[in-house]
C-alpha cells in the first residue's frame, strides 16, 4: 500500500515540512501497543479515541494490540479552523458503551493545553470507570496549562503548529502519513536557537 507523504507540502496557502517520519511513527506506535499488551493482559480495555484528529493514530495503534479490547469515541472541537485553541470546548458525539468498572484508555492524537483532556476526564470519571490511562502520540510539554496524567507518550514535541496523521489545519492534511510542521518554526540543523 502506498501512503501520502511528500517531503514538504502546502496546506491552506503555507508550506509545512516533515517533522516526524512514517518510520518514526510506526515504530513508536508498535512500542506503545507492546507497552499495552504487557500492562492490560486480561484487562479488556476500552479504548476511546477523541475524534476526529485521533482516527488514524487509534487505527494503527489497534493493530499493535493483541489482547481482547473493544473501541469507542468522543467528539470534541476547540480549535474550530484556526491555528491556536479557541480555549473553548464542545462536545459533539458522546460514547455509547457502559464504561462503569471498565478498564478505559483515552486516545488522543495530540495533547496541547490539556484543556481537552481536562473535559474528558470530568465526564468519563462521572462515569465511575474501574481505570482510565490516556495515550497520546504527540505531547506539547510547554503549552500544558492543565495537569493531566499521560501514561504512554509517543512523542514530546516543542510547542509549534503540526499537521498530518490525523492533524489538521483548517479541516486539510489529516491524510498526510507523516507529521509536518510549519516551515520556518523548527531550526535547521545547526543553526543556533539561543
Ligand atoms: C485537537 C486535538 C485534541 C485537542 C488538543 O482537537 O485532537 O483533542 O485539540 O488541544 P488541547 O490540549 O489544547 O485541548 P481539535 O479541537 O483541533 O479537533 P479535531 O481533533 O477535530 O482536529
Redesign the pocket.
Known sequence: MSFYKPETVECNGEQFKVLLSQQELENRISEIGEEINRDYADKRPILIG?????FIFLADLMRHISIPCEVDFY??????DEKV?SGK?QQRKDIDANITGRHVIIV??????????N?IMNIVNRKKPASVEWVTLLKKSE?LK?HVDIKYVGFEIPTLFVLGY???YAQEGRNLAQIYVLDGELPEEGEKTD
Open positions: 477523541v475524534l476526529n484528529g485521533a467528539k470534541l472541537s476547540s480549535y474550530g485553541s470546548v488522543e492524537d495530540i495533547v496541547d493545553t490539556g484543556l481537552s483532556a473535559y503549552a492543565y490525523g492533524l489538521d
